[in-house]
């Protein structure tokens, strides 16, 4: 195993080797902080969990834009599909009044993903980019309007609560995380250091599963992608994206194809919704609301549209500066006198509404990033290339 | 296949290091005999020394929506901070560590996991939405010790949360109030206009259970409509006696402004959420003449809210809205909870928080008279503090008691027509 | 009659549409992406003018029930958000030479950034312009017609901006220039139309527009951060539907759009039970069966 990683090493682009040197050294840095006590582990377990939860949305977007070239702006309906779907089911005060296992609700968010994607297909995958763009958006709206006021099936506004964690009623694991201890681990004092001195409960434990369960989940869709982007189907729907015509002159049904990319992209995002559902057990159609389909888009654009790596790079990325911005204010000191006055007040406008400032530092570094690397962090490089042409130039 | 070299990875030795890393960290742990969790982050001794500041936090509504709330809640808070402060609890210091909630439920959760799990608060005052506080209880709270007080949140769903405090009287006995005010006001059909979230929700289905009349229209709007010149073209033509205004200060003015230049008669009525100076300001003069509108009865008649008002009207030119006042209680209840606990984790003060608002205890207005009253070694049975948005007093749900004021416009002020019970 | 009424509504509404249209319209044109901060122009507009209205006052003969004053505010107001429009221009969206999705990206960082900057300046409550509260025009209440002289020079100004862009359009050589630039800017380059400058133009032209329907909108309803993202999809679903990049079919489709959400309460009326709040979503739901049947949108043709 560790031979084809370190192929993989010597083979990987300068890009890959810079993003996989700050990803280590971010990764240390976070090692660090947890040893330093300087980093909660249940709120750096919760955070990965939600890098999880972008992560599979990304993917699931970049097989419809990064594959099939398909601008669909309705990410957070599809998301709000699959965790509704769970939700009607699985939630304590669901106006169904069912109870039923989350893996049926899996099932259900993925069946109800499936035919709402054929629906919005149907009228909108024949329109230009753009259009597309917009009326995947404007459908996106209606699911959310619908969902928010139709109480009789989705409690309305009060939301769906109570749901369990997608592992709760499996047998041995399920009731692990009330059984296990709490784990304390004393202090430790080098010098003038102090380390550890950390206390691992509940919340800790279930952070850990639920991390189990979104890097299980992220794996077999990683797979499943990477199958498919080497198949004929996947070859194919490059082509589509690069040049329709040609592919229709080639007698391709590309209509077909784009719907299934369209397809399996929302399917993979409402596995994304169901598995927030159960992690933060409480669903509101505010989760549908349209900014949160632009933050998967950034995070797909800013990590690097068409490449699998890139969407997991961007799951992460989006959260660290959604996040990580709220530590900003931490660091920032209250006043600061330079001895212009304009520039003082100005300063304490800013750090005093810290969370408008968050707002403005959240869209400056979507800017930036963009200006400085415009084709994302981590592009198709390698994956624009044919497996086969790479064996044929390493032979 | 061709190494780089001898590779320093091979399986055997990453083993063998996970093994003694192991080992070495098995030595060092310790396991809890309770079954709790605890967001403290060190041991948990019988004796501690005091901490040399005291730190909660608070998920308030910086950005968003309810942003208004957000700061409503920031004066209240600073208020109350200053007096705190003032003496200390014991002479330790409060601190309040606020995240924003950006008035959606994911980043209310976001924020309280920040607070709960990385800055370790055993007690957080949040959040504004009733959506954002209940996402906030199950996905973070609920398991845990650490104790949630709601500041603005009204809908009847926190009611079944026992778990969740809140300072503000829930909607439902708000509304009934309401409905028996504009029956004997001799109204037979009413319009409803409700906000549409769990807040608006919430108070339009108690409403509609508490009215025996007719309801002429019964829709929701957004908080962040564009125009609400349909809202009232509606209700206009449904031809209601009275208009019912569950939703914020924003939207009344906006729709009450409409009506105004539509040139609409209507009586007009309204929740506590419909009232305030920026309905005032917003609408032209003579616009809500006769408009009444019931709210937690904050406790006008005592020196301190009186006191209170003042220092609030000094050091920001206009009259506290009910909302700060719930936020300034909702961190000398805090204040009270940690002074009378005997330590500061989440079960201690989960232990202390409601019974310092309710009697058994001496009657106390003011943080300091409070710790006056348990320097003498008193415990949190040994007062009951009434607040300046009421006498508190949480229940079994924790909900406070509430009893309601009613208001009326006239000239353009509003102007105390007594209270009223359920 | 009821009808008439919401009729009414809608005419004002469509009015601000109409203005928010044209400006996406315009800048789809020329710069070829969707531009999300298009919205918050709009906001940057009203905030604008407000200044303007603080600092110039109640001069000036009143017309249509607005003091002289007011309409220079509305000029600031749309100077104010040209200049925003142009700077972010040059120093963002030129520089970048990523596709339309890329500065799709962008446009929505730049979003966040005026709304931050519009938070950090106003904070987050809601502001009135100081215009004097009307009443209806009485002549018209008989019929069911209740509309105050304001929103009539909303409408009114409106009509003119429109009457005049589509004069410049036609008549003026920078209306031809804009045009021919639209189509093919690479053609338009070689037979010596100068498209940096006529691209900042277009630019001053859309987002200005923009900037009078933001100060509209804050006329009729009220000034506040997010204003302009609120009404920002509405805005995308108008252009959509009178097809993008024509800047006839944004004016049909902000007048079309316009009227749906204000003709909402008619459903309930005639005994169907959906609620105005599920206008947006009627509004959306008609764009994509238009789409279904002209896929470009009404006016919209080529790849303009």
Aim: glycine share 12%; net charge negative; charged share 15%.
């Amino acid at each position: 195993m560790s031979a084809r990683a370190a192929q993989a090493f010597a083979t990987a682009s300068t890009a890959e080797r810079r993003v996989i040197a700050v990803l280590g050294v971010v990764g240390l840095l976070l090692i660090i902080g947890l040893l330093a006590g300087g980093i909660g582990p249940a709120y750096l377990l919760y955070l990965l969990g939600l890098s999880g939860m972008y992560i599979l949305l990304a993917i699931g977007l970049n097989v419809q834009w990064g594959y099939a070239g398909l601008i669909n702006f309705s990410v957070a309906a599809f998301f709000g599909l699959g965790a509704y779907g769970t939700a009607m089911l699985t939630a304590s005060n669901t106006p169904l009044g069912v109870s039923l296992s989350p893996l049926v609700g899996l099932v259900v968010g993925i069946l109800l993903a499936a035919v709402v994607a054929l629906l919005i297909a149907i009228p909108t995958l024949r329109l230009r980019a753009d259009y597309l763009a917009i009326a995947s958006l404007g459908l996106a709206e209606v699911i959310r309007i619908v969902i928010q006021n139709q109480r009789g099936l989705t409690n309305g506004n009060a939301g769906l609560r109570g749901l369990p964690l997608f592992y709760g009623e499996w047998p041995f694991i399920g009731g692990l995380v009330d059984r296990l201890p709490t784990v304390l681990i004393h202090e430790v004092t080098l010098g003038p250091v102090t380390l550890l001195g950390l206390r691992l409960g509940r919340s800790v434990w279930v952070g850990m599963f639920n991390l189990l369960i979104a890097i299980s989940l992220i794996a077999v869709v990683y797979l499943v992608v990477r199958r498919l982007h080497r198949s004929p189907w996947g070859r194919l729907l490059r082509t589509i994206r690069a040049d329709e015509d040609l592919a229709r002159a080639l007698g391709k049904r590309t209509y077909r194809r784009k719907m299934e990319a369209f397809v399996l992209g929302s399917v993979i995002m409402a596995i994304a919704g169901v598995y927030y559902a159960h992690l933060n057990l409480f669903v509101t159609p505010q989760n549908l609301a349209p900014i949160n389909t632009f933050y998967v888009w950034v995070a797909v654009i800013l990590g690097g549209a068409g490449s699998n790596r890139g969407a997991v790079f961007g799951g992460f990325m989006i959260i660290a500066i959604r996040e990580g911005t709220r530590f900003l204010g931490d660091l920032l000191p209250a006043t600061v006198t330079v001895g212009v006055d304009l520039i003082d007040t100005t300063y304490a406008t800013v750090a005093a509404n810290f969370a408008a400032t968050r707002l403005l530092a959240v869209g400056l570094l979507i800017i930036l990033v963009i200006r400085l690397r415009p084709e994302g962090l981590l592009p198709p490089e390698a994956e624009l290339i044919w497996p086969a042409a790479q064996e044929d130039a390493d032979a | 296949m061709t190494h780089a070299g001898p590779s320093r990875y091979d399986r055997r030795t990453v083993l063998q290091y996970a093994g003694l890393a192991g080992v070495v960290g098995l030595a060092g742990c310790t396991t809890e005999q309770s079954g709790g969790e605890d967001a403290d982050a060190g041991d948990a001794g019988a004796e501690e020394p005091a901490p040399d500041v005291y730190r909660i936090g608070m998920v308030n509504s910086l950005t968003g929506s309810l942003a208004d709330f957000g700061t409503y809640n920031e004066r209240g808070v600073a208020l109350a901070l200053e007096d705190v402060n003032a003496s200390g609890i014991g002479g330790v210091p409060l601190e309040i560590i606020v995240e924003d909630s950006e008035s959606l439920p994911d980043a209310g959760v976001s924020a309280a996991q920040k607070l709960v799990n990385q800055d370790q608060v055993p007690l957080i005052i949040g959040a504004v939405g009733s959506g954002v506080s209940t996402s906030i209880y199950e996905s973070v709270i609920r398991g845990t010790d650490v104790v949630q007080l709601s500041q603005n949140s009204t809908s009847a769903s926190l009611t079944e949360y026992p778990g969740l405090l809140r300072m503000s009287p829930p909607g439902g006995p708000q509304v009934q109030v309401l409905a028996d005010l504009i029956a004997d006001d001799g109204v037979g059909s009413v319009a409803v206009a409700w906000v549409n979230n769990d807040f608006g929700q919430s108070q339009r289905d108690g409403f509609v259970d508490a009215w025996g009349g007719e309801v002429a229209y019964d829709s929701p709007h957004d908080q962040e409509q564009s125009s609400y010149a349909s809202v009232v073209a509606e209700m206009a033509n449904s031809g209601a006696d009275a208009w019912v205004f569950l939703t914020y200060q924003e939207q009344t003015a906006a729709m009450l402004d409409d009506a105004y230049s539509n040139g609409y008669e209507a009586a007009f009525y309204g929740s506590d959420s419909a009232k305030g100076p920026s309905v005032l300001e917003g609408t032209p003069a003579g616009a809500l003449e006769g408009m009444k509108t019931v709210e937690p009865s904050a406790a006008i008649d005592q020196a301190n809210y009186q006191d209170f008002a003042s220092r609030f009207e000094s050091a920001y030119g206009e009259a506290p809205t009910s909302w700060s006042s719930f936020a300034y209680d909702c961190v000398i209840t805090a204040a009270l909870s940690i002074a009378t606990a005997d330590g500061f984790t989440g079960a201690a003060l989960g232990g202390t928080v409601r019974d310092v608002t309710r009697s058994p205890g001496e009657t106390v207005t003011t943080f300091s008279a409070a710790m006056d009253v348990i320097s003498d070694g008193g415990d949190a049975d040994a007062i009951d503090y009434d607040g300046v948005s009421g006498p508190i007093d949480f229940d079994a749900n924790g909900d406070p008691v509430g009893s309601f004021q009613v208001f009326e416009v006239v000239d353009d002020a509003y102007v105390s027509r007594g209270t009223r019970t359920v | 009659m009821a009808v008439l009424e919401y009729l009414a509504n809608g005419l004002v509404f469509s009015s601000i549409i109409v203005l928010a249209s044209i400006g996406l319209s315009l800048v789809y044109s020329i710069a070829r992406f969707a531009n999300f901060a298009h919205g918050d122009t709009l906001t940057v507009g009203a905030y604008g003018a407000f200044v303007g209205f603080a600092l110039i006052g109640d001069v000036g003969p009143t017309v249509l029930g607005l003091p002289g004053g007011f309409y220079i505010a509305v000029a600031v107001g749309a100077a104010v958000a040209a200049v925003v429009a142009v700077v972010t221009q040059r120093l963002v969206y030129d520089a970048l030479e990523i596709g339309a999705i890329g500065l799709l990206i962008t446009s929505i960082g730049v979003a966040f950034v005026y709304r931050a900057l519009v938070i950090l300046g106003f904070g987050t409550g809601s502001l009135r312009y100081a215009v004097p509260a009307q009443r209806p025009i009485p002549a018209l209440v008989p019929i069911g017609v209740r509309i105050t002289t304001q929103e009539v020079a909303i409408i009114v100004v409106a009509t003119v901006l429109v009457i005049g862009l589509h004069l410049l359009l036609r008549f003026t050589l920078l209306g031809r220039m804009m045009r021919a630039t639209a189509d093919n800017a690479d053609l338009a380059q070689v037979t010596g139309i100068r498209t940096a400058q006529i691209t900042r133009w277009t630019w001053v032209i859309g987002a200005g527009l923009a900037g009078v329907g933001g100060v509209f909108l804050g006329l009729y309803n009220q000034v506040e951060p997010r204003m302009g993202f609120n009404i920002l999809l509405v805005v995308f679903a108008a252009v959509i539907l009178g097809g993008i990049g024509s800047v006839y079919g944004a004016m049909i489709g902000g007048f079309l759009i316009g009227m749906i959400d204000q003709l909402t309460p008619l459903l309930g009326d005639l005994g169907i039970p959906i609620g105005t709040e599920y206008s947006y979503a009627i509004a959306f739901v008609i764009m994509v069966l238009v789409l279904l049947v002209r896929p470009t949108g009404i006016a919209g043709g080529d790849p303009g």
